[in-house]
């Protein structure tokens, strides 16, 4: 096992298919310690310290608490999301590593329009969100972050392991559910977003997050003026111009 860990990164996509496989009957704190001992200090960890971030924010307190949590301060986030960021990391013992775009975002809004986001939000993920990430992605070998499979139709097929490019993406919480959630962090304590008591049940930036209503899936209030279902972290090239 201990050598199929230190080759994962190599395998061809069959193999990984079937790594990936064998971890579905895994506990989401297996993975992501599967994943510490796969990739060390080349594993990626980045949090939006939204709604559900609060279980693998935990289990990374248990398992990699050695290493930084990545976050990404786009310039447009709620003040709840950064005083919920501040609050949980102290309380779990966590670094939190932030990354922001080379653009004040006074001056991103001056000079491309504070209605930019509902023109082209791929622009705007572009250089606020993709660009700041490029560097660390570019440097890691593995990349954990926390989509589950019910948390839209988008993500009904996320693998516990996958490859893109470089990257072995790591989705411990991939089989969890909503209640799975809901039940880990009653159970370990842990503090809600301030805004989950507002029906915000998937927590971006500011101008493209609203509440969603009874029915809809969990991400239904992201971007819901467009048929953009993800971050933009891997949306064309940051930089083009925006539409
Ligand atoms: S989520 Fe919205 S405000 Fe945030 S970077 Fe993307 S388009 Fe811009």
Not at 60 to 75: K, Q
Not at 105 to 125: I, N, S
Not at 200 to 216: F, M, N, V, W
Request: with cysteine; net charge negative.
């Amino acid at each position: 096992m201990t050598s199929e860990r230190r080759e994962v990164a190599s395998l061809d996509d069959d193999e990984l298919a079937r790594a990936s496989e064998r971890l579905e009957r895994a506990t989401p704190a297996e993975r992501l310690a599967f994943a510490v001992d796969t990739f060390g200090e080349g594993l990626l960890f980045t949090s939006s310290f939204g709604a559900q971030s609060g279980v693998l924010l935990h289990l990374w307190s248990e398992v990699a608490r050695h290493l930084p949590v990545v976050f990404i301060d786009t310039g447009f986030l709620f003040p709840e999301t950064l005083a919920y960021r501040d609050a949980i990391a102290e309380r779990l013992g966590l670094t939190v590593r932030v990354l922001r775009p080379d653009i004040a975002t006074a001056d991103f809004v001056a000079r491309w329009g504070d209605d930019v986001q509902r023109r082209d939000p791929d622009f705007c993920c572009g250089l606020n969100k993709v660009a700041p990430l490029a560097p660390l992605r570019d440097a890691a070998r593995g990349w954990v972050s926390g989509l589950r499979r019910d948390q839209s139709r988008a993500r009904e097929g996320v693998r516990v392991l996958a490859r893109e490019g470089h990257l072995v993406r790591v989705h411990p919480l991939a089989t969890l559910t909503k209640a799975d959630v809901a039940r880990y962090l009653a159970e370990h304590d842990l503090p809600e977003h301030p805004l989950v008591a507002r029906r915000y049940l998937s927590i971006g930036c500011a101008p493209c997050t609203r509440p969603i209503a009874d029915g809809e899936d969990e991400r239904a209030g992201r971007w819901a003026w467009t048929n953009k279902t993800e971050c933009g972290l891997h949306a064309r090239a940051p930089g083009d111009e925006p539409r």
